[in-house]
């Protein structure tokens, strides 16, 4: 049902910011095979600057623990 959606769907998780699912928009649209964004964090999926923040829009605590 998810990969039916036409936009960018990814979940991840709250203690991680790690992305656990990514559809085929979020693919799409950002050139990157899900293999490639399952199991990693935003920042190191996106640009620094992005990753950033998004981190800070979804969860600000997570922006202290970030390498």
Do not use: C, F, Q
Not at 19 to 24: D, P, S
Not at 39 to 60: D, F, M
């Amino acid at each position: 049902m998810i990969e039916r959606i036409p936009s960018l769907v990814g979940v991840r998780s709250e203690k991680t910011d790690i992305y656990v699912l990514a559809n085929k928009a979020r693919e799409a649209i950002l050139g990157i095979d899900w293999h490639d964004i399952v199991g990693k964090a935003v920042a190191k999926i996106l640009p620094a600057a992005l990753g950033a923040n998004a981190r800070s829009r979804y969860n600000p605590a997570l922006l202290s623990t970030r390498d």
